[in-house]
């Protein structure tokens, strides 16, 4: 199941964001700059930052990450990317149905 959280400097936790979950991603939800996006494909864990997002941020998005899966039973070879916006791979990109295509 796909699951995205957004991290919440304030409260330092990671807040669902529910209508994504279950769902296709969508590209949409990548589009606040200054976001930083927890992604759980099952076997694939990432960490989105947005360009602008604050460096406090960022750190904070990271340890919430590992805490996260640390604490779920994931098998040993589970992948943990930490990505920065604009220079997703191509393993991030092919998560989302709406991915800009930006070569044409």
Known sequence: MNLVWSVNEETC???PIEEFWGQPMKYDVLMDDRRVLVFDFGAEVYVWNGKNAPFPKRRLGLKL???????????????FGRINQNMETVLFREKFLSWPDKSR
């Open 65 to 79: 990450a590992k805490d996260m899966i640390s604490g779920e039973n994931r098998p040993d070879w589970h992948l």
């Open 13 to 15: 936790e990671l807040i």
